[in-house]
């Protein structure tokens, strides 16, 4: 290993043992051509990063060493190498680690519930990437809860990106998060989830350092290094120093949450808009989780149809219950209950084949829910705001519950929309306001009035212990 001028040399063939070699490389000027090879490729400490002024951090490298050590001692080296400190967490289970990590598989297999001898012996991949997916979350949160890390790094196929990222969806939105990963071209939403985590694809298999995977594992390292060194945003500014709200939003029912985030902002307040996707309102309530949100303006409950129904933006049976759990004040409306949505018409199951639909766009057909299926959403919002620990307040409009359930439009039903009313009414505790209002949802009147219901309460619970704790990022 060596380096001089603008070359950082990832070690000779003299530095490893006999039969090491396969294959070398040369940094020079951040570009990498090819040299004698070996193994593990460290990189040397640069003399010109970070500079006297810069922060230096702790990234977390998280994979299997049996499988993936080769790269994991990249990934480390090119971290160390600019002048920070790898913390590394072996998942592996079965080989033998190449070197030690920082924290062993023995502790992240106890994390996650089961001894490592028994995952050995037990000889079930499936259960013990399981095993150390929870463990590798539990280790890292730890970590993190303990500020000893500020970013995590993975990279690897199938199973070092089921590890690597169920450590990094333990991490709360803000935290560095980079995954190197073969399956990154796909479909990956069962990997980030409601997360912010960065995905890089690999282009070539993470097996082995070659020219190709040495330039993408190094950019990934710099990469996260970056997010974690960055200067911090000021949070003592005034644009951050306002209390967070979040608001539900479908483009069916934009106007409403369009005038009241203007009402919101006006009075002093910071609205995330969420765009009811199923991932959208379950990213809202894990932010109101992890303590960021003061107060929610959940005007479009869409979700709860497709859950019901069978659509493709269902949120879960948790939906519309994170809140009141958490004692935040929320004003909750009926926004697109009339509606389930599927992708383009040949993908919707035969069995609605009877139903009503609206074409909204080539990828998006949508479904009239009916009177049935009304009551009972009526009923379920019902059940789930009486849980509530928090102040709550049901705004209901008279004349439509979206662009097209208003008179004229193709959902126009007002006899289905009167299930969902009733049928919420009688259930809903009698301590929860349920105002109605003979307006349509996008109509300004009823936005400000969901936008001053939201202010009022935030007011009234502006003093007391727990008004929906707030969280700086």
């Known amino acids: 290993m060596a380096s001089r001028g603008g070359e950082t040399e990832l070690n000779t063939a003299a530095e490893q043992p006999a039969g090491a070699r396969i294959g070398s490389l040369l940094l020079t000027n951040g570009s990498f051509s090819e040299k004698t090879l070996s ?7 640069s003399n010109t990063y970070p500079g006297p ?11 299997c060493l049996d499988t993936k050590g080769e790269e994991v001692q990249f990934l480390k080296s090119v971290i160390e190498g600019e002048g920070h400190r790898a913390h590394v967490v072996d998942a592996g289970v079965l080989g033998e680690p190449p070197f030690a990590a920082d924290t062993s598989r023995q502790a992240v297999a106890i994390a996650g519930g089961a001894p490592l001898e028994d995952l050995r012996a037990a000889g079930d991949r499936g259960k ?31 199973a070092n990106s089921t590890i ?28 980030v989830d409601t997360k912010d985590i960065t995905l890089m694809y690999s282009v070539v298999d993470v097996a082995g350092i070659n020219r190709i995977s040495a330039k993408i594992l190094a950019n990934a390292a710099r990469a996260v290094i970056g997010m ?25 029912t934009t106007p409403c949450v369009t005038e009241a985030r203007k009402v919101l902002e006006a009075a002093g307040y910071e609205v995330l808009v969420f765009h009811a996707t199923g991932t959208g309102g379950r990213a809202m309530e894990g932010l109101i989780e992890d303590g960021y949100i003061a107060g929610v303006l959940d005007v479009t409950t869409t979700e709860l149809a497709d859950e019901l129904v069978g659509g493709i933006l269902s949120a879960g049976p948790r939906r519309l219950t994170v809140a009141g759990a958490a004692g ?3 004003v909750v409306s009926l926004g697109a209950l009339d509606m389930v949505n599927f992708g383009p ?24 829910t009916t009177a049935e299926e009304n009551a009972e959403l009526g009923a379920r919002i019902a059940r789930r705001l009486n849980g509530a620990r928090g102040p709550v307040r049901v705004l209901i409009p ?67 212990e727990n008004p929906g704790r707030t969280h700086t990022a």
């Not at 890292?140 to 970013?151: E, F, M, R, T, W």
């Open 228 to 252: 974690a060194a960055g200067k911090p945003l000021a949070a003592e500014s005034s644009r951050w120093s306002k209390p967070l709200l979040a608001a539900t939003m479908f483009g069916v």
């Open 128 to 158: 013990a990437i399981a095993v150390m997916s929870e463990g590798a979350a539990k280790i890292v949160s730890d970590l993190y809860a303990q500020k000893l890390i500020h970013g995590v790094v993975a990279a690897g196929g199938s």
């Open 164 to 191: 690597g990222t169920a450590a990094m969806r333990a991490l709360p939105v803000g935290f560095p998060k980079l995954m190197v990963s073969t399956l990154a071209s796909g479909d990956v939403s069962h990997y």
């Open 39 to 45: 193994a593990p490729h460290r990189v040397a400490r």
């Open 345 to 368: 018409r040949p993908t919707v199951p035969a069995k609605f084949a009877d139903r009503k639909f609206y074409q909204h766009n080539a990828a998006v057909t949508l479904m009239r």
């Open 328 to 330: 935040v004040p929320q």
């Open 398 to 464: 008279l004349r439509g519950v979206s662009l097209y359930a208003k008179a004229g439009g193709p959902f126009y039903d007002p006899e289905a929309d009167a299930q969902c009313i009733a049928q919420l009414k009688k259930e809903l505790r009698p301590e929860i306001e349920a105002r109605e209002l003979d307006t349509d949802i996008n109509d300004p009147e009823f936005a400000r009035a969901a936008a001053n219901a939201l202010i009022e309460m935030l007011q009234k619970t502006a003093h007391s």
């Open 53 to 63: 002024n810069a922060m230096h951090v702790t990234i977390a490298v998280v994979g």
